[in-house]
């Protein structure tokens, strides 16, 4: 198993999420006072109920949904299983005379054989009762589960009426912060959770969000087989619904998992000694899984074809173009997914992004195809002109055999075929769609800005954003596919897997196991290409990737503007607010001026795409002489950001009572850090007062994170320029994670003269004390920050056998490339494999567990 050996280091947790003096807090309450909702055991099960009623709009509309899932259930087979042997279809196609008394007319009930022999036909097939069976096996769990959940939710309907004080009528109309706001006020009064004396926002996203948080990153550290190189189609994304079941079933809650309850990781996978024991367990588990769906794949691939046939065919004949239309992928939905992001919050960043998505899509349809499709639409649109003027001329045309199918299939070639043909009015820009796409998405590989116009950046995109066509293909494969991955591809990873559990697990008081990029430390967790250089600790395995952990940061405290940060988080936010004060002050008066009738959410936007970054980010991408033009929009950016807060600032102060105006205090609060607090600055903001809804306060909260995602883009371009990227596009499979640097490269010993391509999560080799010291004496410019960053990169590479002492008793450190690092090409990299040290006796002991508190 030397191909499991991986290099994952101990994640050190030290940051705190329990207010202080509460790190082993018990609350105790008389027996007599406690209430119905005191010490809920679960509360994962119960937090994820609590929102699930509220997004289905009330426990009537949650019944109801149930109820016709049941039926559809039962209408999908049963249906199908009529029409195999109860239907005479000689008689339906007119091949099977039929005497009549007193009509000449056949009518439906002669095409539909006698019961005795429909139940003959259906006793004497095989295949339909073994259908038939597994189908009711499978209802029946669907209706005790529907029970079930009947009694749960009638007690979250309880919960939100008599805790809550939320009838059921209002519940559509409230927003999910007000919800959360009165859940973390009723804790003081029933103690739902025990181990806490006070609830926090982050508590609650935790808790629904825990095994979401796990395949969030997952995806962004490229663990989980979805990529492949396929020999025709090359580099292609597998992900479906079935596939993500499957991987929840076996990490999650499927019998054997990782998990022994919703918030506790099984303590054997916190050890570090049995790791190959516990691989060697899940590689077979999974194999079992595998073959238990290679088993069931004919019934669920005759499901999904149903299912999809029944589902998708009268939109088809309504609008024969839906299928050329597209939608986000589920893995799109989940690679650009922060961290503690709630389904809502994901879908509407993503529809917002859609329209822009889609034209920049439209943009690159091929001139050849666009050619033929004109030619293909203008000779079906011949032969229907002459059948519908003879329909016209006379009616019984359409009794001839065959033309009201003809009319048909040439109306729907004539509607595909325009799904071909660009609107003459459309400009070509995909550069500055591309920005509108960044702005709602928040995450966009370096290497797309300025290469727009590339067929490789519109193939890599169409990853995230396929044809709906595509996505409905991908469901009918994935019955034969998802064994295939799980037998040949999951298999091999299940050590990195185990070590990945292991090493990204932190314990939290009152919430329990969860990942730890779910904690948004930037210290543990950041990227010093992000913003969070001299702030990180983090070795090239901690750093989340893509400025996953930044951009989270900032996504969670805009949306929850009353979360307490930590220290470390609030330094952060802090820094990044005094950075947009000093650019927006430096910024010229005549460059984006913004006034306070344009600082309208689509205004502040539409101000910061179209100002200079945007050209110069499609004149100076490819020139890295002139590239530091590109960042001319920073100070746009900043203004923006500025001239936002004191809106929103004003809005949060008067409407603090209310839980819709929480959205807008975002800079009151994280924006400001230590400073001013932003609310002494809210001249000119009386004529909004008592114009803005929810909604609109809802709205400048996403128009801030939009021009937050983009002000902190190009400061990642800016300070990443002339760095090749490592990316997901770039990152080869995680299973090379524990191959270390060229030698060549490791024994230089001037980092700066070095020649090999480095990405922005390739933190530089450390230079020599001596070296150190020169540079800091240099005139670098770096002050006290920078010296934080030096010393933290020192630390970035500690762990097991990470320094040895060479000649002169110098520590030479030995830096490992990122979870699928990559060399230059035609470049051969040496490459040697550092097992993991195995665990000596003191295993025996219990696993040294590192809480949060």
Known sequence: ???????????????????????????????????????????????????????????????????????????????????????????????????????????????????????????????????????????????????????????????????????????????????????????????????????????????????????????????????????????????????????????????????????????????????????????????????????????????????????YTEIIKREPGSLGARCWSLYGRC???????????????????????????????????????????????????????????????????????????????????????????????????????????????????????????????????QYKAVFILEELLSPVVTPIILIFCLRRKSLEIIDFFRNFTVEVIGVGDTCSFAQMDIRQHGHPAWMSEGKTEASIYQQAEDGKTELSLMHFAITNPHWQPPRETTHFISQLKERVNREAAGASSETHPLSLSESEPRSLVANILAGPSTLGSVHFACDSSLANNAVTGMPGGATALRSLSPISSSLHLRGSLSAAHRVSGFTGRAMTGSGTDARTVSSGSSAWEGQLTSLVLSEYASTEMSIHALYIHELHKQQSRGDLSRHTWHRQESDESSDSIPDEVRSEPNTRSRNFPRSQTFPATLPSPGASSASATGGTNMGQDGEKAQSSSQRRHSGPAADHFGTAGKVVRTAHVPMGGWAEDGKESSRHHEPVQEETSEDELPPHIHKVT
């Open 1 to 311: 198993m030397a191909h499991f050996e991986t290099e994952y280091q101990r994640l050190e947790a030290s940051y705190s999420d329990s207010p202080p003096g509460e790190e082993n807090l018990l609350m105790h309450v008389p027996e007599g006072s406690k209430s119905q909702w005191h010490h809920i055991e679960n509360l994962d099960l119960f937090f994820q109920r609590v929102y699930n009623l509220h997004q289905k709009n009330g426990f009537t509309c949650m019944l109801l949904g149930e109820i016709f899932e049941l039926v559809q259930l039962l209408f999908v087979v049963g249906f199908t299983v009529f029409l195999a042997n109860c239907v005479d279809y000689d008689v339906l196609f007119a091949n099977k005379f039929v005497n009549h008394t007193d009509s000449s007319k056949v009518t439906l009930p002669d095409a539909i054989l006698p019961m005795d022999v429909c139940n003959a036909h259906i006793r004497d097939n095989a295949f339909v009762i073994f259908v038939l069976i597994i189908s009711g096996v499978f209802w029946l769990h669907r209706l005790v589960k529907f029970l079930y959940n009947v009694c749960c939710y009638w007690e979250i309907r309880s919960f939100y009426i008599n805790a809550l004080k939320m009838s059921m009528s209002e519940l559509p109309y409230a927003t999910w912060q007000e919800v959360q706001a009165r859940i973390i006020e009723i804790q003081k009064e029933h103690q739902i959770c025990i181990h806490k004396k006070e609830l926090t926002e982050l508590d609650i996203y935790h808790r629904i969000l825990r095994f979401k948080n796990y395949m969030v990153a997952m995806v962004n550290k490229s663990l989980l087989p979805v990529r492949f190189r396929l020999p025709v189609l090359g580099d292609s994304v597998f992900y479906t619904r079935g596939l993500k079941y499957n991987f929840e079933l076996i990490f999650f809650w499927g019998p054997g998992s990782l998990f022994e309850n919703e918030w506790s990781l099984k303590q054997e996978y916190k050890r570090g000694g049995n790791r190959l024991e516990l691989a060697d367990r899940l590689a077979s588990r999974i194999l079992w899984i595998g073959i238990a769906n290679l088993l069931l794949c004919p019934v669920i691939l005759v499901w999904q074809i149903l299912y999809a046939f029944f589902s």
């Open 335 to 465: 690679y650009l997914r922060h961290f503690n992001e709630l389904d809502h919050e994901l879908m509407s960043r993503l529809s917002k992004g859609y329209k822009a998505a889609s034209k920049y899509m439209n943009c690159f349809l091929s001139p050849l195809l666009t050619v033929v499709a004109k030619n293909v639409a203008f000779f079906a649109g011949s032969l229907l002109a002459v059948l519908i003027a003879l329909t016209i001329y006379d009616e019984d045309v359409l009794a001839v055999e065959h033309v009201l199918s003809s009319v048909t299939l040439l109306g729907v070639c004539i509607t595909v075929c325009r799904s071909f043909i660009p609107d003459k009015h459309m400009v070509f820009c995909p550069e500055q769609l591309l920005r509108v796409i960044l702005a709602h998405i928040h995450y966009m590989p370096d290497h797309w800005q300025g290469n727009a116009h590339r067929y490789e950046t519109r193939d890599q995109f169409s990853q995230l954003f």
